[in-house]
């Protein structure tokens, strides 16, 4: 059986960058979660899911960056990956219509209203030189809103479409590359 190639963890790096920066904003009665509640069996808290819908290599973004030689290696290359997040809040109990959730600064409306600042306010992720994030619209790989919607039991609520682009290093072949001793050059006249 062989070793396992050792992964680029940069994705793991922008799920904590992005847990931490929302921690800041957060009340601490609010829960982080990192995938979709099940509509049927809501939580007994409030909660903030973070779900990570899509990855895809960000072609956009990519420089055509010569690879770095160092003492006869060469180093790994990088390249930008996109994660796109779905960043919804539900709440503890189900908000009947003409009830508190429908005031304008109800508790759905005051969290969400913390989660953009939390975005916006951290463009740049801890730890995570070179990342690029934005807040977006939402994307056509969801079909639509509505299907999304469907498939959670029918109960829209207000959703964020956060977007990160970042570094991920290639796998480190250990490229041993002998370096040029000297350079010669001849001139023939024809």
Known sequence: MSTPIPSDMSIISVNQALNDALLEYLDDSIVIRFDLPDPDNLPAEPV?????????????????????YSQGILVPGNINVCCNYLITYWDAQAV????????????????????????????????????????????EELNSLGNFWQSLGN???????YSVTVPVSLTDRNDNVPSVQSVQHQVNRI
Do not use: C, W
């Open 155 to 161: 109960k829209p609520r207000l959703v964020l479409n």
């Open 48 to 68: 903030i899911s973070v779900f990570l819908y899509d990855l895809h290599e960000d072609l956009r973004l990519n420089t055509a960056e010569s690879r770095q």
């Open 96 to 139: 009947s219509s003409g009830g508190p959730g429908s005031e304008p600064a109800s508790q759905a409306m005051v969290v969400m209203n913390q989660v953009m600042n939390a975005l916006i306010n951290h463009r740049q992720l801890a730890g995570i030189p070179g990342a690029f994030t934005r807040v977006m619209p939402p994307k």
